[in-house]
């Protein structure tokens, strides 16, 4: 069943939303040689706590830290650790946080130093088909127009969509129905209309888009060990169109440590 949010619940949601594009948003230009991925989950849940939300991620099924930190060819659920980030690396940064009762659930991928220009390419695509995808997010359109839109847009680049992952619902729960699948055809699933809340998040892969899970039970990676990207942001249907609740646009000092609750409602 989808829990359509009021207007009250999307505003709830976006204070919990901006909590995350300023943890991300702070994250980014740590993003170097030579830290580790373990520095920036420290960073993270310390930033977390700060603004007085809670890791969503953080024991959610067992998973062992407050960001997921996924590099190359790691897709999602990448698990921070002393592994120093390298020059030409690309980095995925998964953040989710819960504030008073709604969770908030945004990722984006990242150059370490110099990258390729393919590498650039692929995390381009995924803000793109994002963003493709958003587009089709109207009231009367259908959850799969946004699967649709992604698809094509990842496909003309010649890359490939992961299939075992999909954009979800989210509020009280960090996982809710619909499911929001990165690829499919257009026409089917739940329509669009106000108040429905989704995370759209992209997953692509230069390669194939096969997976494993490596050992450690959670890090996805793609099974040809190609390069892989992803861009999330949770959305909302409202009365005035769509409105991207995890944005950083507005955000002030996002890297000051004083957190100023009145901004959450900005
Ligand atoms: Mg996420
Ligand atoms: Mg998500």
Redesign the pocket.
Known sequence: MIIYKTDDEIRAMKRSNRIVARVLAGLVPLVKPGVTTKDLDEYAEKRTREMGAAPAFKGYRGFPASLCASVNEEIVHGIPSSRKLKDGDILSLDC?VIFEGYFG?SSVTVPVGEISPEAARLIAAARESFDAGISRMKEGNRVSDISAAIQERVEADGFSVIRAFV??G?GRSLHEEPQVPNFGLPGHGPKIRRGLVL?I?PMIAMGDWEIEILANGWTAVTKDRSLAAHY?HTVACTGNGVEILSAWEGLGDSTGNVMDKESLNA
């Open positions: 989710g659930d954009g979800h989210i995370a998040e999330e």
